[in-house]
């Protein structure tokens, strides 16, 4: 499955969530170590859900960019 993610930039790390997954974080040092940081999360919080016998939500949010005068 393909899920997105957002990783945004705080005060000292960076942080990112998974929107189709409520309560799927990490912080990591840099973007790049979030990223797996993430990735890791996603596998934990599936196998998570599956172990309670919970159904796994599938991927539904969509990422798009919009170009704006700044």
């Not at 040092?29 to 599936?46: G, W």
């Amino acid at each position: 499955m393909r899920y997105a993610i957002v990783i945004e930039k705080a005060e000292d790390n960076y942080s990112a969530y998974v929107p189709d997954l409520p309560g799927c974080i990490a912080t990591g040092d840099t973007a790049k170590e979030t990223e797996q940081l993430i990735r890791e999360a996603i596998e934990l919080h599936l196998a998570g859900l599956r172990e309670d016998g919970l159904p796994i939500p599938k991927p539904s949010s969509q990422v798009e960019y919009v170009e704006v005068a700044a």
